[in-house]
């Protein structure tokens, strides 16, 4: 009887510690989604909450999709991630810190540099590898996860894919 109540008491203190880690890991992590605005004609990555969705919605984005997760916080081993946005040509592109420096991001037109989340550097087990490509004569750029078929940039006119960081995989990306 006293092995029953003490294996339940266990077990109650194994679930309850298991709830209080992933609860942690939730409030640390945030959903990336990439949207389409029909009107610009071009690509933006945005962390979950940066802008409000209705607000997207009435400025005519949509195709929101959900690409990984990242961090709210940083940590060893992570990038913070920045928004910077092109006033003239209405471009926006997140970008690894020190990627690019500021000045140059500055030269090429971008201003409104904000910070959007925090990303891994190193390869892990639920770890993607996340890049950037560029379309020249649209002067836009879009952050691609490696899954999938990738070619398909290519042949829409897409260039200079470079790496960025990892984004977090979750089981509703995976699935």
Not at 43 to 55: K, M, N, R, S
Request: no cysteine.
């Amino acid at each position: 009887m006293k092995k029953g109540i003490l294996s339940l008491v266990l077990l109650a203190s194994f679930v309850l510690m298991h709830s209080n880690v992933m609860a942690q890991f939730d409030n640390d992590m945030v959903r990336v989604y990439r949207w389409y605005s029909s009107v610009d004609r071009n690509y933006v990555t945005l962390a979950e909450g940066e802008i409000q969705e209705g607000q997207l919605l009435q400025w005519k984005y949509k195709e929101k999709t959900l690409l990984f997760y990242g961090y709210k916080t940083p940590g060893p081993d992570r990038v913070a991630v920045y928004r910077w946005t092109n006033p003239v040509t209405k471009d926006q592109v997140s970008i690894a810190e020190d990627f690019i420096p500021d000045s140059e991001m500055m030269q090429q037109g971008y201003t409104l540099k904000s910070l959007q989340f925090y990303a891994p550097i190193r390869r892990d087990q639920n770890h993607i590898a996340v890049y950037n490509w560029y379309k020249v004569k649209a002067k836009d750029w879009v952050t691609v996860p490696e899954f999938g078929d990738t070619d398909k940039y290519i042949k829409k006119g897409w260039r200079r894919k470079t790496f960025q960081y990892y984004g977090v995989l979750r089981n509703e990306i995976q699935n």
